[in-house]
């Protein structure tokens, strides 16, 4: 079975507003989301899935073009670290610390091991094979097999991703 993300339900109460608040793709959104993230984390500092969000927070700045990728990857890349120092296996983790170290050092070594890690750990994951996709097939000119993975993932299933409750 599954450890409970967290203790405290409002931590995890902070945790679904940031996660709801992402979905609304805006900047101040985002920094509203930063914000809650933080709280939970100060609620309890071992929660690693609102690590993981504040990863996954600075991709999307650097991603979106709402943040300079030199100014956010290196603090998403620390997130991404401090949630799996918590929890290893949390598959998502994985791949988009590969995306990190795709973007930050081009170190295929360990993108190829973080995305190997993160379809071991949920093969089935949409996100984590969005994110091998995107970080690991395609820089690899790996186009067709990229596009059936991209093409496994439907849109509905990403976005479920961000209000599932564990």
């Known amino acids: 079975t599954r450890r409970k993300p967290t203790e405290d339900a409002v931590a995890y109460n902070l945790y679904l507003q940031g996660r709801f608040l992402i979905a609304k793709e805006t900047p101040e959104n985002a920094a509203k989301a ?4 933080e709280e939970a984390i100060s609620r309890d500092p071992r929660f690693a899935l609102a690590y ?4 996954e927070l600075y991709w999307y700045l650097c991603f979106g073009g709402f943040a300079p990728a030199k100014d956010v990857s290196s603090t998403g890349m620390f997130y991404a670290l401090r949630a799996l120092d918590i929890d290893d296996t949390l598959a998502e983790t994985h791949a988009l610390l ?3 170290r795709k973007e930050l050092d081009f170190n295929w070594v360990d993108v190829k091991r973080e995305m ?3 379809l071991e ?4 994951s949409p996100l984590v094979r969005l994110r091998y996709a995107i970080g690991w097939l395609t820089p690899e000119c790996r186009l067709e097999d990229a ?3 991209i093409e496994s993932v439907s849109y509905t299933h990403l976005r479920a991703h961000e209000t599932v409750l564990d």
Not at 34 to 37: E, L, P
């Open 147 to 149: 596009a059936a993975q």
């Open 52 to 55: 993981d969000a504040l990863a």
């Open 116 to 118: 190997d890690r993160a």
């Open 121 to 124: 750990l949920n093969p089935t």
């Open 98 to 100: 590969g995306l990190y």
């Open 34 to 37: 930063k914000q809650c993230f």
